[in-house]
């Protein structure tokens, strides 16, 4: 249970400051511990109860993978973008670097 709580409290305090930031700069939770506690419970529920939609996993392994860049070869130009939007149609930004 601990797991799912700092999880979920870790997301909802990520969400609550994005809408505090982005949206509303006068946003607060209405008693915010309570909300994540019942939110975690919900949680809990739902993954400890036979779901027929979600996939029983069956032999899973975990593995571990590092995950870097690699420069392009010589002679070579490898362009690295990214990009976001805030809703659709909505605000949006994109970047990108030629290396």
Do not use: Y
Request: hydrophobic share 45%; charged share 20%.
């Amino acid at each position: 249970m601990w797991s799912t709580f700092f999880t979920t409290a870790v997301w909802w305090i990520w969400k609550w400051r994005n809408v505090r930031r982005f949206e509303d700069l006068d946003f607060k939770p209405f008693d915010p511990s309570l909300f994540i506690h019942n939110k975690a419970k919900e949680i809990t529920v739902v993954f400890n109860t036979k779901n027929p939609l979600m996939p029983v996993p069956i032999g899973r392994v975990r593995t571990e993978s590092l995950i870097q860049w690699v420069a392009p070869p010589k002679q070579w130009i490898k362009l690295n973008v990214d990009g976001t939007s805030k809703g659709n149609p909505g605000v949006a930004g994109a970047g990108g670097i030629l290396r």
